[in-house]
Each structure stands twice: as structure tokens, then as C-alpha cells.
């Protein structure tokens, strides 16, 4: 990036921003990642050559990370709407009513450039990111999440990496006491030069004690609170809008941020506690561009104006120019709007709790933001363009073609199903993950109920009665890369089955949409599609989106990620109690929910055995998602099922695996029919389909066939091995032996 000039400090007190040169201007546009065009529509509105202050934050509002451009005309296809919706996409967290008074706020955002260039602090900063958007809306928060996709294993910086992230995602949370309750994580060679690390959270408020965004009442206090200003994180929005070369990330290295728990905590609870007094108007996340997204989206969402006294403005270096304090994304700060004379109470209660308070501005009628710095006003701009008029884009598409669906017969079996079993629950994807979470401190509130590992969902009490919510999060990128529309459908549908596969109603989503280049059709084309399925998910399973992030140009040499729309799931059990597990237990029935044709197209199996990455995804029936698990939803309500896990990634024999492992319990297994090939009943990842635990094989498979749903009685439970009679007899050691090394094998010594 071009050098920034310092602003000048020798000009008397003036009115008008000091211009950059017309050339220079050009020059730092196109650093800053403005386009001929786009820097054009900024002297055209502001009628001049902008000051370094004003480019900087037209290129950050304007960035992709800011203005979603480049999706917004996509993202307003997705159902946001339930009556237990009380605030959707729009505010810094989605909104839903869980009964009680109680309503649950949640989000998920991305870090995934700051990860790439530094691990360790951009994971960091994205719990901490995430944290934020949640308190902000007045809401405890009680449970973090995260979805990782890293490179190939063999890729020498990948383990670096990893060790990073984990250390910086379970360090921040655990200071702050939010515990880390569940997640995923994936490698794929896709993912080498640019990793994701999606953050989210949960949190409870009150119902009827929800705070916002938007500004109000001309005359009212701009208040700063939290850490003070730095030099860290400046231009990181526009960093996190363009792709990398493979030897950038050292110099961004000062476009990412460093977080401070311990602040978060206090800032927390500053907050909350404020948030009991009247005094609150507005409240805004200082994330991405810091001030200026704070002070723009607050002002632009009540439609008024906004003046800032940067002098007024807690800092932590000297000599800090506008510019820099309005591009910093110092972490541990808030912007709010208090109602006048609240403004002594305000500062009583952050002082109490060590943080820095400092009125820096107030509201205006004029619609325009105006920044001040040692007497001369350093930008004026108007803030429609900034906010509700920022550039929109209907970019080309080009549809990813179809793949020809896998025969089951067409795949012949290398292996057999020992070997494939043993190597599938070992594989990279499919083995235990127990090295990343306990690095997290899961139980920290004594509210969780269903820990890492233990069930296809988390899930955390949040009320004296014993109502629970239930949490994932989930996507299958090889399957939206082979097909978008299909693999926006299974990432929903997934988090539908596994917040089902614990007994809980499945009420509402927040999405990370992590993609490549839009200026490239094809990426394009990836986006409109997975959007298209979700969709369609969403609609047929009552499941709305309620919150989320776009992450776009993650790219590295011009070589993008898959396709990643991962899915935050939230649901509500009436009774915590009731939640079901994974594990199995001796003298039960194992009975399969749904049909099995064997699809092997895009399976692990296909990856790991046969070494091939082709086929079509299975197919994903919408209306046998909802029959399906409406009944197994209805079977745990009844207090018939033991035990229920949802078959996935690996296929019914993995499924079957990992609950023995969970439960130290083995099973044996009744042959697969004489009509499919036995690799394809037991690996294929067939969708819509749960393996239950159940004391009454017989009664629970005929109560599914009445409800129309298929189902079948596969094994019974006992012993300490898995066993299929004349194939496949394998110990739990055994097992358990392969499930559980790989990552400490891997990892070693700490990286």
C-alpha cells in the first residue's frame, strides 16, 4: 500500500478540509481499493478533491466488508420473517423470542484475512468482534461458536496456523467467561493461502429491552467508552475487501488488531449495567472502520447529522492524525447516544469499572458527518452516500456446471469396510477434536448442559425452568463447490438436523457467507446459487435468517476458497432435561430414519478411500428434512430415544462409530441390502437420515412408517466392539485408537 501522508498541522482553524492533491488523491483512491469509477462519485458529491480523512472513510464505507455491494441485491432473497422474530438483518445481532420474556441475540461474523496474517490475534479479535455486536443489543452473552476451515495438514504453514487461531479463539473467550460450546472444523487444500474463522454468539436479554442503533434527538451527547485509541487495525475493512498475493501477509501485519479480554469483560458489564438506567438512546460496536461505521450507521439509520471533536478522543499514542483515529480498529470500544443529562451517570459507571468516557460529538440536524482535529474540521461529508447510497452491484454470473451423479455400482471398494472405517474415523475431518476444545473452557456459567462432542448440537440452559437452546453450526464446502444451489440447501438443512438430533424446535439462523472474488462470474455465480438453496431451505423448514456476514475475496494468487455459506443454527427446548446425546448405551435398538440410495458423489468416502473429489452432492429433499425430523423431534419428546445422531459427513457406518465412541458401548449390525453395494449403504452420505438409540426397535420404526417415514431396525447395542457379522469386527480401542491421535500426532509440540 501507497505511503500515507501525515495531515497537516501548520494550516489555521478552517472550515473546509484541507484537499489532497489532485494526482495524490488518485493514486491513494486506488490504494484504498476504490475504483476509477467509484472515486469519480466522490468528487461528484462532494463537489472537490476530498482530504485524506474523507477518502479513508469513503473507502471504508465503501468497501466490501462495509457495504455489502457486491450481495446486497442477493441477500434480500433470504426469508428473515417468523413470529418469533423481533429483530432481523439490519442491527449489529438478530433478534428472537424464546418465551419467558427472554429473547436470545445472535450472530456470526468472519475474521479470516486478520487469521491468515496473524493467527493468534485474529481469531482473538473476532470473538471479541462478536461479543460486542451481541452486548450491544442489551443482551448477557452465554455461549460462543466458531466454524474453521484451514489448509491441507501437509501444507507446512497450516499448522501454525491452527495452533494460532484455537490458542487466540479459546484464550479471549475463556478471560471473558463465555464459554466456548461448539463449532467445526475442516481442512481442504482450497483453504492453504487463506483459512476462515467464523465467530459466533449468543446471548439473552430481555424481550422488551432490546437496544439499537439508531440515533435520535438532535443535541445529544456522542459518548466514547471502552479502551483507548491506537494505530492498530487501520484500513483493516479494506484489507479484509481484496484478495492476497502469497507474500503479503507480513506487510498487512499493522492492518490487524490486538484485543485485550480482560477490557472486554469490564466492558461488559459497564455496559449491562447501563443498560438497567434509562440513559441509553443508541449503541454501536466500534468493528470494522472503528469510528467511522459507528458514527455513520448510527447516524444514518435515525437520519441525522453527526459531529465529532476527535480531540475529545481517549488515546493510547501521541501524535495520532484523524485519519488514523477514524480508520483505527483499536478493539474494546463503543460509541452511544445518551439522553441529555445522562451523561454524569454514564461516566460514574464506566469509571467505576476502569474504562475510558469521553463525550466526542453530538447529533445534528444537518445530515452530514463533520470531523474536527486540532481546530480545522477535517471532513464534511454527506451521509446518504456513505450509508443508504453506497454503490450497489448486479455483477455477472456464471452457474457452476452440473456433475453427473455417482453410481453406487460404479465405485468399486479398494478397502472394505474395516480398513475404510478405521481410516475415515482418523481422517483429518473425522477425527476427534477434543485437542481444539479443551483448549476452550466450555462450562465456564454452569448453564451448559451438552458439551463439545457429546451431542449434534450444544446446548446451554438460559432459565430457572430449564428451557435450553441448542447450537451448531455447519456447512459442507465440497458440496457447494460442486453444486452452490444443492450445498446451500444441505449447510441449512444440516444445522436443521442437528438442532433437531438434540430434541430442540429449530427457530432461526445466522449465516457467514465466505466466498471468493465477485468480480469473477464464476464466484458470482457461487454466491446467487448457494443463496438460491438456502432459500428454499429456509422457506420449507420455517427456518429464518435473522443475522449475518458476507466475507468475499478470499482469494490468494487468484485461487479461491470453496464456496463456504456456513450456517449458525439456534433452538429452543422447553426443557433442558430432555436434551439427547450421542452417546450409546447397552441393550438398545438402533433404528435408521430415512432411505439410504448409497450416494457416494462428493463423499468423504470417494476422497479418503478412492481418492477422487467428483459426482454430484446428494440430493437434499426438502420435504423429507421436514417429515423426518418432525418425528424424530416427536419420538425424544416422548421420552422415546436414548440416544440420536444425524449421519453426515462419513456415512451411516461413521454415524454408528462415533456413538459407540461417545458412549463406550459397541453394537452389532444387521447386513445392508443385498441391492446396493455394502461401501455404498455404510459410507454413502445420503441426506435427511438419523440413527437412533431406543429401547423399542420395533414400536419406533413402526410409529415412523406410519408418519410416512422411512425407517429400519440396523443393529442392537452392547459389548465393546463394532461388529457386521462375517465383514467388519473392530474393538473400540481400536477405534478409539485411530478417532483420537491424529490431532496430537499432528500437532506435537506446540507449533
Not at 484489507?239 to 490486538?258: I, L, N, W
Not at 440447501?489 to 444445522?495: H, I, L, N, R, T
Request: proline fraction near 7%; aromatic fraction near 6%; hydrophobic fraction near 45%.
Amino acid at each position: 500500500m501507497a505511503d500515507i501522508p501525515a495531515a497537516a498541522t501548520s494550516k489555521p482553524p478552517d472550515a473546509t478540509p484541507a484537499p489532497l492533491a489532485p494526482d495524490r488523491a488518485r493514486e491513494l483512491a486506488a490504494a484504498f481499493g476504490l475504483k476509477a469509477d467509484e472515486y469519480e462519485r466522490v468528487l461528484a458529491i462532494l463537489g472537490r478533491t476530498p482530504s485524506l480523512t474523507e477518502l479513508g472513510i469513503f473507502s471504508v464505507m465503501w468497501s466490501e466488508h462495509c457495504s455489502y455491494k457486491s450481495s446486497r441485491v442477493w441477500l434480500k432473497e433470504l426469508p428473515t420473517a417468523a413470529p418469533w422474530v423481533i429483530h432481523g438483518p439490519g442491527e449489529n445481532a438478530g433478534v428472537i423470542d424464546i418465551g419467558e420474556g427472554l429473547a436470545a441475540v445472535f450472530k456470526m461474523e468472519s475474521h479470516n484475512h486478520p487469521s491468515f496474517i496473524e493467527p493468534y490475534q485474529g481469531a482473538a479479535t473476532g470473538v471479541g468482534g462478536i461479543l460486542r455486536d451481541v452486548f450491544t443489543m442489551g443482551a448477557r452473552p452465554i455461549a460462543n461458536l466458531n466454524a474453521l476451515r484451514f489448509g491441507s495438514p501437509d501444507n507446512p504453514r497450516t499448522r501454525r496456523i491452527v495452533d494460532g487461531v484455537v490458542r487466540g479463539i479459546g484464550d479471549y473467550g475463556n478471560c471473558v467467561g463465555v464459554p466456548t460450546v461448539g463449532g467445526e472444523v475442516n481442512f481442504h487444500p482450497a483453504y492453504d493461502g487463506n483459512p476462515l474463522v467464523n465467530a459466533m454468539t449468543v446471548g439473552i436479554a430481555r424481550a422488551d429491552r432490546i437496544f439499537l442503533s439508531k440515533a435520535a434527538g438532535v443535541g445529544n451527547a456522542v459518548v466514547y467508552v471502552g479502551s483507548k485509541t491506537g494505530r492498530d487495525g487501520i484500513h483493516g475493512a479494506t484489507m479484509a475487501s481484496a484478495e492476497f498475493g502469497a507474500e503479503e501477509s507480513d506487510e498487512k501485519r499493522p492492518t490487524v488488531q490486538v484485543g485485550d479480554p480482560f477490557t472486554e469483560k469490564l466492558l461488559i458489564e459497564a455496559c449491562l449495567e447501563l443498560m438497567e438506567t434509562d440513559a441509553i438512546v443508541a449503541i454501536q460496536d466500534m468493528g470494522a472502520a472503528g469510528l467511522t461505521s459507528s458514527s455513520v450507521e448510527m447516524a444514518g439509520k435515525g437520519g441525522v447529522g453527526i459531529e465529532l471533536d476527535l480531540d475529545r478522543v481517549p488515546q493510547r499514542e501521541a501524535g495520532l492524525t484523524a485519519y488514523e483515529m477514524m480508520l483505527s480498529e483499536s478493539q474494546e470500544r463503543m460509541l452511544m447516544i445518551l439522553r441529555p443529562g445522562a451523561e454524569e451517570i454514564a461516566r460514574r459507571i464506566f469509571e467505576k469499572w476502569e474504562l475510558d468516557f469521553a463525550v466526542v460529538g453530538r447529533l445534528t440536524d444537518t445530515g452530514r458527518i463533520v470531523v474536527r482535529h486540532r481546530g480545522r474540521v477535517e471532513a464534511d461529508i454527506p451521509l446518504a452516500p456513505l450509508s443508504d447510497q453506497a454503490p450497489v452491484y448486479r455483477r455477472p454470473i456464471e452457474e457452476t456446471p452440473k456433475q453427473a451423479p455417482l453410481s453406487p455400482r460404479s465405485v468399486p471398494d479398494p478397502v472394505g469396510l474395516e480398513t475404510a472405517l478405521l481410516a475415515l474415523i482418523g481422517c483429518p475431518d473425522l477425527c476427534s477434536r477434543a485437542w481444539v476444545w479443551d483448549q476452550y473452557d466450555s462450562t465456564v456459567g454452569g448453564q451448559t448442559v451438552k458439551r463439545p462432542g457429546a451431542a449434534d448440537a450444544a446446548v446451554v440452559r438460559v432459565s430457572p425452568s430449564g428451557r435450553a437452546l441448542a447450537l451448531t453450526c455447519d456447512c459442507t464446502p465440497r458440496y457447494c463447490a460442486a453444486d452452490p444451489e444443492e450445498g446451500g440447501k444441505q449447510a441449512v438443512a444440516e444445522a436443521w438436523r442437528n438442532i433437531t438430533a438434540v430434541g430442540a424446535r429449530p427457530l432461526a439462523l445466522t449465516d457467514n457467507m465466505n466466498f471468493g472474488n465477485p468480480e469473477r462470474p464464476r464466484i458470482m455465480g457461487q454466491f446467487a446459487a448457494a443463496i438460491r438453496g438456502m432459500r428454499a431451505a429456509c422457506l420449507a423448514l420455517d427456518f429464518p435468517v435473522v443475522s449475518g456476514n458476507v466475507s468475499l475475496y478470499n482469494e490468494t494468487d487468484g485461487r479461491a476458497i470453496l464456496p463456504t455459506p456456513a450456517i449458525g443454527g439456534v433452538g429452543l427446548l422447553e426443557d433442558a432435561a430432555r436434551a439427547v446425546g450421542i452417546a450409546l448405551a447397552p441393550g438398545l435398538d438402533l433404528v435408521l430414519i430415512g432411505e439410504t440410495r448409497g450416494w457416494l458423489g462428493q463423499s468423504l468416502w470417494l476422497r479418503e478411500i478412492a481418492g477422487r473429489e467428483e459426482g454430484a452432492p446428494p440430493p437434499v429433499d426438502l420435504k423429507a428434512e421436514r417429515r423426518h425430523g418432525d418425528v424424530v423431534r416427536g419420538l425424544i419428546a416422548a421420552g422415546r430415544v436414548a440416544a440420536c445422531h444425524d449421519v453426515s459427513d462419513g456415512g451411516l457406518l461413521v454415524a454408528v462409530a462415533e456413538m459407540a465412541l461417545a458412549g463406550g458401548v459397541g453394537a452389532t449390525l444387521l447386513p445392508g441390502p443385498d441391492d446396493l453395494p455394502a461401501h455404498a449403504f455404510w459410507f454413502g452420505e445420503d441426506q435427511a437420515r438419523y440413527v437412533l438409540a431406543v429401547a423399542d426397535g420395533a414400536g419406533v420404526v413402526a410409529a415412523a412408517r406410519a408418519a410416512q417415514v422411512p425407517a429400519a431396525r440396523i443393529g442392537r447395542t452392547g459389548g465393546a466392539d463394532l461388529t457386521l457379522p462375517g465383514t467388519l469386527s473392530i474393538s473400540l480401542a481400536r477405534l478409539r485408537e485411530a478417532h483420537e491421535s491424529w490431532f496430537p500426532r499432528w500437532m506435537g509440540e506446540r507449533a
